[in-house]
């Protein structure tokens, strides 16, 4: 990446002021305005930045239909409860997904940090591991929807309380599955190249025609961290509240 | 490259600012970070399964949440390392989300109350 052009001569990538004198230099400079992030970093944030309002919207709707109806909301700590043996354990399956999540999230770190080592077999094995775990997470979800269907739930009612329960846990537990299930897929395409070694040779990519970087596991790993950011707000709110 | 004359030791740069794009951390922080991760998750699970209820379970709730998003982000994305441009770009928007918050909270205390006026009224 070429560095961008100063109408300042004295300011150097090295001596750039840290910051809030360096936030009002770099947005005030008239030219780029994000300095250090490449494209694909800048690219990537604004589209976790937008997919953060689209998940906003869901988890604001949900609080709209929890506040406003007059029904009882059902019970999510039973309702999401799993019996082993006699015992019953509330939120069991969440809280094993919820960790399952987290573990993924550690292994992607450690990809990333592999990836730039120029580790090319470490950073494909892990990159595999976050996606077998994130395969693990979409299945036992597929797991709880099947429990939820069998026992009635709909989206448009259920035998537990408000109506709307079911709308919103196949939309939100829904949409945020499919984001998993995309990020297991580029995983796998990302493992392949990083195999394949595209980021040593800098091979281009099939979409953008950009040269192969590290970096692109780094991107990915935004991208990862980003789903399971989004768990934590899901967990706290549906599942918890 | 810009990065080429950049070392290893020099990923965290004093000031928490990071030269450039280049990412690369001690490992160390990453499983402190894991195992915090791991920790406050438990945390959260515990409060329902203590059966803590109001205020205690919602600031508990909230409170495991923020801490658990605010490791993430920081650590896991890298946003301690990045040039405070970047993060209040993409941090500043949100704001936004609770200005929605507010209005729809509003709202939806209104709507209950017509539904408890008006629905009620026939029984």
Known sequence: MTDTFQSDPSVTPKNRPGGWAGVVSDWSADQRALKSATWRKAMIWFFLLSDTFIFSIFLLSYMTARMSTKEPWPNASEVFSLHIGHTTYPLLLIAIMTFVLISSSGTMVLAVNYGYRKDRKLTAIMLLVTALLGVTFVGMQAFEWTKLIEEGVRPWGNPMGAPQFGAIFFMITGFHGTHVSIGVIFLLIMAKKVWRGDYDTGRPGFFTSRKGEYECVEIMGLYWHFVDLVWVFIFAFFYLW | ?123
């Open chain 2, 1 to 123: 490259m810009a990065h080429s004359n950049i070392s290893k030791s020099d990923g965290i740069v004093a000031g928490g600012t990071a030269t450039d794009s280049h990412q690369e951390h001690p490992l160390k922080v990453y499983f402190i970070v894991w195992g915090l991760l791991f920790i406050l998750s438990l945390g959260s699970y515990m409060v329902d399964f203590a059966g803590l209820q109001g205020y205690t379970r919602w600031s508990l709730i909230l409170f495991f949440m923020f801490v658990k998003a605010g490791l993430i982000m920081a650590i896991f994305m890298h946003m301690k390392w990045e040039r405070l441009s970047l993060n209040y770009a993409i941090i500043l928007p949100l704001f936004a989300i609770l200005v929605f918050i507010g209005i729809m909270a509003f709202e939806a205390d209104y709507t209950r109350a017509t539904r408890i006026e008006f629905f009620n009224a026939d029984q």
